[in-house]
């Protein structure tokens, strides 16, 4: 499409099939990459993208089509295969050693005998000039997730690529941090390069890239000029209709109402080596409000939800208060018998057992709360009344499956999340606490469990959201709090927060002095 | 061409049933092969391995047969029942070999100590304490898994040779029967220590069996229809999530280690209690480690054990004919069941994937291309 007249595409891939099973990955997939072009991949979760990605870094085989690199026919075998042709990857999930220094992660990948001191010069020379700025002999568990990526970044440009693949590299940054790779990116392109970058933010691709390829349910849907659409054509090309938008109704003397959450200075002492110790955090959930808990993955929110769920109890029993009562020393289950509702980050392992069915996987979760409707005496499980509260909330949330009673892997992301919160809101709990409502659910199953989490709220239940997606916080919340390095700062109305705001207090900015320019670090 | 296996979305009910049986023809090959080349007919081997012990089901001249494997099968299904909740909980209980040992000498304790002691009391109380003593040496290892995070496979291996050679200075030394020329071993038991035979008339087959019956349904029940079966298997299957559920990690540790325990100790006094009628130094033939295999051809459902415990008595039979009939080494037994315990994980695989052979290379277009 775009670099025409400058001998051939750096990539062009024709007709590339990748089949699962039954399943068509990616069928009959075309994409052009010119040089010096930022071409965007959009689409939802599951819609393919990383299988190309995949088949374009040589860690999957396709079935059929072919690649052209420059213009002739490759075949790539391996990952390495594709590094020596020039194609160099940065993974959403980071394949980092947590004890090494970042010199020594990036000497792991490189296969010559290059001394580590040649290593960090030249790392911490490029990264100064692409604006990264990152110090080579820093431990890889004490940095930042931002900083991780800078690690991961200059590994791939030390290679040298022609082509380089970001996977949702801002998922994981802080605007601030986002303007900063944007920088780089914009660089890389004045100098030739080729970025092929996956997203489903389509603000940051509108402003960014020069093509996009949109693709869903394993096939391109469309060729286009990102900066010639709005986010709501481009949305509706992902998706295939259009997407409700989540409703939410202000309401008048939230302040007085009852708190029914409460969190009184919480403490907690790092469990390992790279954890994060949770200082001093205290909030209050009221009665019909949803407080949402912003944050860069990895600043204390997975030990924070462990903490406020009762997996992980607190010595001091006025710590953790549910409805009024101290609960600190309960477990999970005392806390859930006072009424509230957990759902964790991870789906498959942590919320759900992977090879249990969805019955099973309702009972986990409720035996004790139902007691009465599930267990006959003598602790026998009463299948009858399991299976029908499970088809229940199968039918009130939508969940898409095959067969009356699946194992939860079966299930898709977005129908097993729909699941675990269904399972949840099936109860009415009085307070629920939800760690990354929609993490890696399509757009219309996030659509449906944002205003259910609403709902909830609005009929007199208190709702805290951890999130990492900022849009969904603030179409969700009242109130705003930020995560920060075991820190939790003061809620900001929602009237009152703004992305800034938020975003600086995300890098690390001192509660309080939002509006001070603090360099992320 | 390539073999490679893919991993099935859902496991294949058709594979979790067929999989033993595949694994027993497996080894049946895999056995008949090892005969050929010991230089015996394969066919007779396994003619005497199989066949010729179960004689007794249409030969009533021959039905003490039956009743030597019930004698052999019942220790192997008590122990492999409580494995079956070890290992369905993901406690690697291996020790069961001294759990059994330990069993039988702390249920011992009244008939050898006490032989004056002569009531009907005597018999319940040394199957509760060889339960006990059963339990108790699970707990250790149980024990330093809670407080050490020891691995439970180390710790409870070793503590079986401890048992086994504590037993054997027992019964040479302070427990030896003084007119017992010398040899190593109590006192025999009195009546009121042994347990009665079910069918006195046919076969020495004793109520061990029953007992092993009873534990299979009562464990297959616990498993399958009630809150703490479930808890077994979230814990097992998914640790996390069974803490999400509001489960405890170490007090399924201990439980299990306590439940299998207790089982192998009662098998244990049972042995001892029942065909033995005394303690010696020899008095279990490896079944603590053979119901390993046991629990694993059962696909660790205690009813499955059933029927995988019988087969693997059939196999301690075998190699006592095919020793007396062909002159096969009684090493052959041991052969037989590390081969099937083999076939049987592995066959297990089939369960979770399936094999894919890949003769063509996937892509069409573009072979010729370099790979710079």
Known sequence: MSADGNGPNLLEVRGLTKIFGSLKACDNVDLTVGKGEIHALLGENGAGKSTLVKMLFGSLEPYSGEICWNGAPVRIGSPSAAKKLGIGMVFQHFSLFEALSAAENIALSLDDQTPISTIAAKAQALSYSYGLPLDPYSVVGDLSVGERQRIEIIRCLLQKPELIILDEPTSVLTPQEADKLFETLERLRSEGKSILYISHRLEEVKRMCDGATVMRHGKVVGHTDPRKETAASLARMMVGSEVHAVVRDAVEGMDKAEPLLEIRNLNRKPATPFSTPLKHISLNVRAGEVIGIAGVAGNGQGEFFEAVSGEVTQQDAGTIRIRGKDCGRLGITGRRLLGAAFVPEERLGHGAAPRMKLSENLFLSRYATDRKAFLAPGGIIKEGAIDSATQRIIEEMDVRKSGRDPEAAALSGGNLQKFIVGRELDRRPTVMVVNQPTWGVDAGAAAKIRQSLIELARSGSAVLVISQDLDELFEISDAIAVMHNGSLSNPLLRAEATFEKIGLLMGGAEPGHADHTVEVV | ?372
Not at chain 2, 149 to 162: A, G, K, P, Q, R
Not at chain 2, 213 to 235: D, H, I, Y
Not at chain 2, 238 to 261: D, E, H, I, T, Y
Not at chain 2, 277 to 305: C, D, M, Q, W
Request: aromatic residues 12%; proline residues 5%.
């Open chain 2, 1 to 372: 061409m390539r073999i490679e296996l893919v991993k099935r979305p859902q496991h294949s009910a058709l594979f979790c049933a067929l999989s033993p049986f595949l694994a027993l023809g497996l080894t049946l090959v895999a056995g008949a092969i090892m005969f050929s080349l010991l230089g015996k007919n394969p066919f007779h081997a396994l003619y005497y391995y199989f066949i010729d012990p179960l004689t007794g089901i249409w030969d009533p001249g021959n039905r003490w047969q039956l009743h030597e494997l019930a004698i052999k099968a019942a220790p192997l299904i008590l122990i492999a029942v409580g494995l079956s909740v070890c290992y369905m909980s993901n406690n690697w209980n291996i020790g069961a070999e001294g759990q059994f040992i330990a069993g039988a000498v702390v249920g011992s304790i009244i008939p050898v100590l006490l032989p004056g002691f002569q009531s009907w009391i005597v018999l319940p109380l040394m199957l509760l304490l060889g339960m006990a003593g059963g339990a108790a040496y699970g707990a250790i290892p149980a024990f330093f898994k809670v407080r050490f995070n020891t691995n439970e496979i180390l710790t409870s291996l070793m503590l079986v040779y401890v048992a086994q050679l504590f037993n054997d200075w027992l019964v040479r030394g302070i427990w030896r029967n003084p007119e017992g020329m010398s040899f190593p071993g109590t006192i025999r038991f009195s009546e009121y220590a042994i347990l009665p035979q079910i069918w006195p008339d046919s076969g020495r087959a004793h109520w061990g069996f029953v007992f092993a019956l009873v534990a299979a349904v009562a464990v297959w029940f616990m498993m399958s229809k009630t809150l703490k079966g479930f808890e077994v298997k979230v814990l097992g299957q998914s640790p996390r999530a069974g803490r999400f559920a509001g489960f405890s990690q170490a007090r399924m540790v201990f439980f299990a280690f306590l439940l299998s325990g207790a089982l192998a100790g009662l098998a244990g006094i049972c042995e001892v209690a029942g065909p033995i009628e005394h303690l010696n130094e020899k008095i279990s033939i490896g079944y603590g480690f053979t119901a390993i295999i046991v629990a694993f051809l059962g696909r660790l459902n205690p009813l499955g054990i059933v029927a995988a415990g019988l087969i693997l008595a059939l196999t301690y039979l075998g190699g006592e004919s095919a020793q007396i009939a062909i002159g096969v080494s009684d090493k052959a037994v041991r052969a037989f069941q590390g081969m099937l315990l083999f076939f049987v994980l592995a066959c297990d695989t089939l369960i979770h994937y399936r094999v894919r052979i890949i003769r063509a290379p996937a892509v069409k277009t573009g072979e010729a291309a370099q790979n710079a």
